[in-house]
């Protein structure tokens, strides 16, 4: 075989891996449509209880971690504030639309050790369980950058209601 023909069938074979790779992509974002993520801003007269800038790792199915879900505005990893207020949890996910979460929707928080492709120290992510439509829950996966993943979870857990858990 003469090296241009290796070359050939090295980008053609490169070429049908990308193909087969946006293929799987469209059937996912096809798969996930209905779930949308929940736009919003802070409520008016919601206090802030505390701030973190985090790296928003994914969003996946409850309890299933390695389960990535195409949520649009929430595919791809991402630096993110996180606004806790007693109304709720804001996400400000960098170049998206602020995303809130209202207490209400929050399922639970925990801490996690992996998400899709990011594996940490022990209980190094925060896993905020929340209800993407009235029967479908998901985890989002964020990586706390100046502060423990314990404290962003305690600071979540402080705006649960009494109706809502924190073993989701």
């Known amino acids: 075989m ?13 070429a049908a891996l990308l193909g087969l790779v946006a293929w799987g992509w469209a059937r996912r974002v096809r798969r ?3 779930l949308s993520a ?14 973190f800038e985090t790296l ?18 929430m595919t791809l990893r991402s630096r993110a504030d996180v606004t806790v207020t007693d109304a709720g949890v804001a996400l400000d996910l960098t170049g998206r639309p602020r995303l809130f979460l209202a207490s209400d929707r929050i399922a639970g928080v925990d801490q996690a050790t992996v998400a899709i492709d990011r594996v940490v120290e022990r209980d190094g992510l925060t896993r ?3 209800r993407a439509d009235e029967t479908t829950v998901v985890d989002t996966y964020l990586r ?3 502060a423990s993943a314990r404290a962003l979870a305690e600071a979540i857990r402080t705006t649960l209601t009494p109706t809502t858990g924190d073993d989701a």
């Open 2 to 14: 003469t090296r241009e023909a290796a070359v050939l069938v090295m980008v053609a074979v490169a």
């Open 32 to 34: 996930d449509r209905a």
């Open 38 to 51: 929940p736009i919003g801003e802070i409520p008016a007269g919601a206090a802030d209880v505390a701030e």
């Open 56 to 73: 928003y790792v994914a969003t996946t199915r409850h309890d299933e971690p390695l389960e990535r879900l195409a949520i649009r505005g």
């Open 128 to 130: 905020l369980s929340w």
């Open 144 to 146: 706390p950058q100046s």
